[in-house]
């Protein structure tokens, strides 16, 4: 199963930057029919979690996905799967 990686470790602060990581690695696994795009937000205080959870959550963006999984094993860790 073929699968994209986004670390946001390097741009936890850069509000801007997050959102248009978010919409291209969404976008990208559209275009090349990707099932699965891991999302790295860290632990840390779990703001960005939060802020990558709430930017999924949109209705515009959410009907361009399957689900989202939280790794139950690693808190600082999103899945969000596709169906093509």
Known sequence: MAKLKLDLHDIY??????????????????????DLVEIIPGKGSGQLKKRVLRFLNQSHIKKLYHRVEK????FGRIFVHFRH
């Open 13 to 34: 602060n850069r509000g801007k930057d997050i959102d248009a990581e978010l919409n291209r690695i969404i976008q990208e696994a559209i275009d090349k029919k990707i």
């Open 71 to 74: 790794d139950d094993k690693n």
